[in-house]
């Protein structure tokens, strides 16, 4: 049995390698008896039709290998911006990671993104520099981006010997030995003497790495200075405190496609990212005060679990993927879903090896596994014993910005799309659905074209519903410009039953603090369930503003006054006098349409950079900033969202297919 575990997730920019990578880890922890490729539609880890159609990864695979005794679960998150969701939901429940780097490329945007996630979930990191054999490698301009663009302190542990076509092996700057890789796939390492050539390269890196570690040992600052040897084992100690004080990030080199490098990376994951032992209690929340509190990870404990991930299997139905963090989750047992407050049950339980299952009893405290049986579970659902458990964090997802209308093109269809709908927004938070009360059509919104192409070509191929799909819709949004105050009165006699309420409303823009509902006025007469109607009337005004009913954001409404008379008093008046209220002191606010603006990152060679900024500046782009790397320029940008709309066709042409972007949402600005 392994003596312990590791979490860990792969985390990179789009074709970084990250699948590549982990295909060769299935590999040589024996879990896979071939290596599949990205190129060839083969990888284990992306097994779903469009995964392998597209080259990209969508979901995250979650799988368990071992490596010289220690079980390690791998979660293979996308790199593409428009499935953020995952890497959010997997960086949440990941011990460490490995961020993967094109040393071309370096620290590109997706790359800032989920550094910056990790810094959030305070996840400590190593670092592969992958494709040394790619046309401008280059492995100490990725350390010096890793510096100035994610504010790290990268410290390299190896360095290449030689690079594009001359890549050959490693220098291991602890061991002071070369690595070469022999073998059809790279499965013997050979350890050499540092031939004389490279020696004074080795030595220089080496006193960087030395330097760089003895800030934080005084026992191997006094080594380094006396000139003594230092051993293997006092370097590797120093840096895993310091990796998981997240000080350090240290720094492996390779090229995974031709099996350069890999097995390093493993044993790196076991001598510097946390065992499950070495962490620190999980916070949680009092299931009633909602107060901070500290969850012992103690397999003896109380269960306490939370499910990161949801995904739909034809046969078996929603596999949970949860991540327990106390206590034991035995199969056959019924436990209790802490948000949904509702009983479910675990009928089976699955640790996955990509899409392959293996049935187990139990999982206990820092295990992830596959439940089959939850009936109510969404993402961020926690799972403890009964309703007195506390709840973990409640995971946060960015609002969808594009939309497409879709209906069935039978009648028959319409309730098999609604339940793949459903389906599909439990498994992924940032999908949305809804039904346009005007219409009655069906809106889905996703965070981005690729994201709601996947989607619906999953709908359409995946579930076989036949249906028809609009073209994409921006998601806009209102708010308003001015503070505005007006009393509302509502007096209605329905069905001989007088209703009756007044308030005194006021209207103000807020700064990025999102909808805000504050009662000023005095409470001290007035029943419970009136305030209750009157915020309840409020909180649903913010669904649609009144210049062309798209949602309200960034406004605050305070009640100022209530007039309370028992005669006549109502919930539906005090409801109905907030929702008029709210959309009056609306209108008379000066409200306006907002749109999403986009960040643009666009990489394109020098030849054509004048023609994609013009084409960019004619789309109402404004071009932040410009930075010249190897072999490219980088182009930075905002844009709003409703120009950007088949944006990379045109980039394509512009730069005869050489030419790439990124594109994430960075704010709502009044519409031009």
């Known amino acids: 049995m392994p003596k312990t575990t590791r979490n860990i997730g792969i985390m990179a920019h789009i074709d970084a390698g990250k699948t590549t990578t982990t295909e060769r880890i299935l590999f040589y922890t024996g879990k896979s008896h071939r290596i599949g490729e990205v190129d060839t539609g083969n990888?284990?880890?992306?097994?779903?039709?469009?995964?392998?159609?597209?080259?990209?990864?969508?979901?995250?695979?979650?799988?368990?290998?071992?490596?010289?005794?220690?079980?390690?679960?791998?979660?293979?998150?996308?790199?593409?911006?428009?499935?953020?969701?995952?890497?959010?939901?997997?960086?949440?429940?990941?011990?460490?990671?490995?961020?993967?780097?094109?040393?071309?490329?370096?620290?590109?945007?997706?790359?800032?993104?989920?550094?910056?996630?990790?810094?959030?979930?305070?996840v400590p990191r190593i670092a592969f520099v992958n494709k040394m054999d790619r046309i401008g490698a280059d492995f100490a301009a990725v350390l010096e981006d890793m510096r100035a663009k994610l504010k790290a302190n990268p410290v390299a542990i190896q360095i290449p010997i030689g690079a594009e076509s001359d890549f050959e092996a490693v220098i291991?700057?602890?061991?002071?030995?070369?690595?070469?890789?022999?073998?059809?796939?790279?499965?013997?390492?050979?350890?050499?003497?540092?031939?004389?050539?490279?020696?004074?390269?080795?030595?220089?890196?080496?006193?960087?790495?030395?330097?760089?570690?003895?800030?934080?040992?005084?026992?191997?600052?006094?080594?380094?200075?006396?000139?003594?040897?230092?051993?293997?084992?006092?370097?590797?100690?120093?840096?895993?405190?310091?990796?998981?004080?997240?000080?350090?990030?240290?720094?492996?080199?390779?090229?995974?496609?031709?099996?350069?490098?890999?097995?390093?990376?493993?044993?790196?994951?076991?001598?510097?990212?946390?065992?499950?032992?070495?962490?620190?209690?999980?916070l949680g929340h009092h299931f009633k005060t909602g107060d901070q509190l500290e969850i012992p990870r103690d397999p003896k404990g109380p269960l306490s679990a939370l499910v990161f991930k949801i995904q739909n299997d034809p046969q078996a139905g929603p596999m949970c993927f949860v991540r327990v963090y106390s206590g034991v989750l035995k199969s056959g047992t019924a436990v209790y879903n802490v948000n949904k407050e509702k009983k479910e049950r675990v009928n089976r339980l699955l640790r996955m090896h990509s899409n392959r299952p293996e049935q187990v009893d139990a999982i206990e405290a820092g295990d992830i596994?596959?439940?089959?049986?939850?009936?109510?579970?969404?993402?961020?659902?926690?799972?403890?014993?009964?309703?007195?458990?506390?709840?973990?964090?409640?995971?946060?997802?960015?609002?969808?910005?594009?939309?497409?209308?879709?209906?069935?093109?039978?009648?028959?269809?319409?309730?098999?799309?609604?339940?793949?709908?459903?389906?599909?927004?439990?498994?992924?938070?940032?999908?949305?659905?809804?039904?346009?009360?005007?219409?009655?059509?069906?809106?889905?919104?996703?965070?981005?074209?690729?994201?709601?192409?996947?989607?619906?070509?999953?709908?359409?191929?995946?579930?076989?519903?036949?249906?028809?799909?609009g073209n994409p819709q921006v998601s806009y949004r209102e708010t308003v410009t001015q503070k505005t105050t007006l009393v509302e009165e509502f007096d209605k006699t329905i069905g001989g039953k007088s209703n009756y309420a007044k308030l005194k409303l006021t209207l103000e823009p807020t700064k990025n603090e999102g909808n805000i509902v504050e009662v000023k006025a005095s409470t001290k007469d007035i029943p419970k369930q009136f305030i209750e109607a009157i915020k309840r009337g409020l909180e649903s005004s913010f669904g649609s503003g009144t210049l062309l009913g798209y949602p309200v954001i960034d406004t605050k409404v305070t009640v100022e006054e209530i007039d309370y008379t028992e005669e006549g008093a109502t919930e539906f008046a005090y409801e109905a006098a907030a929702s008029l209220g709210f959309d009056n002191a609306f209108r008379s606010a000066t409200p306006v349409q907002l749109e999403p603006v986009m960040q643009v990152d666009i990489f394109t060679p020098a030849e054509y950079v004048g023609d994609v900024i013009g084409n960019l500046t004619s789309r109402g782009g404004i071009v932040n900033s410009m930075e010249s790397k190897t072999a490219v320029e980088h182009v930075k940008a905002m844009a709003p969202l409703v120009k950007m709309f088949g944006y990379s066709t045109v980039l394509r042409s512009q730069t005869q297919g050489r030419g790439t972007f990124a594109m994430e949402f960075d704010h709502f600005a009044p519409k031009q």
């Open 43 to 122: 990888a284990t880890m992306d097994w779903m039709e469009q995964e392998q159609n597209r080259g990209i990864t969508i979901t995250s695979a979650a799988t368990s290998c071992e490596w010289n005794d220690v079980k390690i679960n791998i979660i293979d998150t996308p790199g593409h911006v428009d499935f953020t969701a995952e890497v959010e939901r997997s960086l949440r429940v990941l011990d460490g990671a490995v961020a993967i780097f094109c040393a071309v490329g370096g620290v590109e945007p997706q790359s800032e993104t989920v550094w910056h996630q990790a810094d959030r979930y305070k």
């Open 172 to 282: 291991d700057l602890i061991k002071m030995k070369e690595l070469h890789w022999e073998g059809d796939q790279g499965q013997s390492i050979i350890e050499k003497d540092i031939r004389p050539d490279l020696q004074s390269q080795a030595d220089e890196w080496r006193d960087k790495l030395l330097d760089s570690v003895s800030a934080y040992s005084e026992e191997l600052t006094d080594l380094y200075l006396e000139g003594e040897d230092i051993a293997p084992e006092l370097i590797h100690k120093v840096l895993r405190e310091q990796t998981l004080a997240q000080t350090l990030v240290p720094v492996l080199t390779g090229a995974s496609l031709r099996n350069i490098g890999v097995q390093p990376v493993l044993d790196a994951v076991i001598d510097y990212l946390p065992s499950i032992e070495e962490l620190p209690p999980v």
């Open 369 to 469: 596994a596959a439940v089959i049986g939850f009936k109510f579970a969404q993402t961020g659902d926690t799972i403890g014993v009964d309703a007195k458990s506390p709840y973990l964090e409640l995971m946060d997802f960015p609002e969808p910005v594009i939309s497409v209308a879709i209906e069935p093109k039978s009648i028959s269809d319409q309730d098999k799309l609604r339940n793949i709908l459903e389906l599909l927004s439990k498994e992924d938070p940032t999908f949305v659905y809804k039904e346009n009360e005007d219409t009655g059509q069906l809106v889905i919104s996703g965070m981005g074209e690729l994201h709601l192409d996947v989607l619906v070509t999953r709908i359409l191929d995946d579930y076989k519903v036949a249906a028809k799909v």
